[in-house]
C-alpha cells in the first residue's frame, strides 16, 4: 500500500490534530501502532514538526471525519498523492559487470526458443552486438564451449513485458511476411 510522503510528521500531525486510534494512523502512514502510540507519548519525535496531510495534498478533511466517526474505518490516500509508475527505457541500457558474461547465455535462448525474434530485437533486448549474436548462432564465440540457453529474464538482462512485446512484434511481422507473397504470387499469376 502506498503511504504519505514523510509517514512520521504526517502521523506527528494526526496524533495532535485529529482524535483517530493508532492503528488507523499507523495504517495510513505504513507505521507500526506502538511506534504511533510511542510519538503520541513523546517518546519518539519530539521535536519534529508535525506535516498536514490535507494541506499538502494526501488526504482530504472530509476522509478524515469519516475516519473519526468510525474507528475500524481507514484513512485512503488521495490518487494525486500516488505518483505515477513511469519505467521507460530510452537509449543504451547499462547492464552491471557481474551480469555481461550472461549475454550469450541469453542470446543462445532467445535463438533456441524464439527464433522469429530479429537480430536487432535480440540486441535491443539484452543489449549486446549483432557481431555477437552471430558469433553465438553460428558457435564460433570465443566462449562457445561453456554458453547454456538462459532466460533472459531470470539473467535480468530484461523484462518479462519486454520480451512479449518484442515477441508479440516479431510474431506480427511474421504474419504479414506470410500474407504479402501469398498476394504478390495472385499479381504474378493474373
Known sequence: MATPLMPKATAVWLVENTSLTFEQIADFCGLHALEVQAIADGEVAMQMQGLDPVANGQTTAEEIE???????????????????????HRGPRYTP???RQ???DAIAWLIKNHPELTDAQITKLVG???????????????????????HPVTLGLCTLAEL????ARANRAKKT????????DGAAAG
Open 102 to 104: 550472461d549475454k550469450p
Open 128 to 150: 549486446t552486438t549483432k557481431p555477437t549474436i552471430a558469433a553465438v548462432r553460428d558457435r564460433t564465440h570465443w566462449n562457445a564451449s561453456n554458453i547454456k540457453p538462459r
Open 97 to 99: 559487470i557481474a551480469k
Open 164 to 167: 512479449d512485446k518484442a515477441i
Open 66 to 88: 469519516r475516519a473519526q466517526k468510525d474507528p475500524e474505518a481507514r484513512l485512503k490516500l488521495s490518487p494525486q498523492a500516488i505518483p505515477e509508475v513511469l519505467v521507460k
Open 177 to 184: 511476411e506470410e500474407a504479402e507473397p501469398s498476394t504478390a
